[in-house]
């Protein structure tokens, strides 16, 4: 069974950058289309970025912009730069694969955005 594993998430102030990376166990990571989720206090997960194994991307339109989503295949990691963060941006971000295997939910990393 795939595993995912989130890191990078931290206390920033409005307008700072992070770079958030998730790492996948097991095979066949290069042909699945990625995404980065955010769950913000008392709100449902929602999905901000995507990135198919093409390399072709996708946002969310309120990240559009200021998020960027990239992937590197040999080391089964996809990364999420976030720069001009913002309040809005505060929740525990999570990568899964697309449509998203509920069974491979990691524990998130948690972004703080706030001054």
């Known amino acids: 069974q795939v595993q995912y594993v989130e890191s990078g998430g931290a206390l920033v102030q409005p307008g700072g950058s992070l770079r958030l990376s998730c790492t996948a166990s097991?095979?066949?990571?290069?042909?699945?289309?990625m995404g980065w989720y955010r769950q913000a206090p008392g709100k449902r997960r929602e999905l901000v970025a995507t990135?198919?194994?093409?390399?072709?991307?996708n946002y969310e339109d309120t990240v559009k912009g200021r998020f960027t989503i990239s992937r590197d295949n040999a080391k089964r990691t996809v990364y999420l730069q976030m720069n001009s963060l913002k309040a809005d941006d505060t929740g525990v971000y999570y990568c899964?694969?697309?449509?998203?295997?509920?069974?491979?939910w990691g524990q998130g990393t948690q972004v703080t955005v706030s001054a």
């Open positions: 990135i198919a194994d093409s390399g072709s991307t």
């Open positions: 899964n694969r697309l449509p998203p295997n509920g069974a491979s």
């Open positions: 097991g095979s066949y990571f290069s042909i699945y289309t």
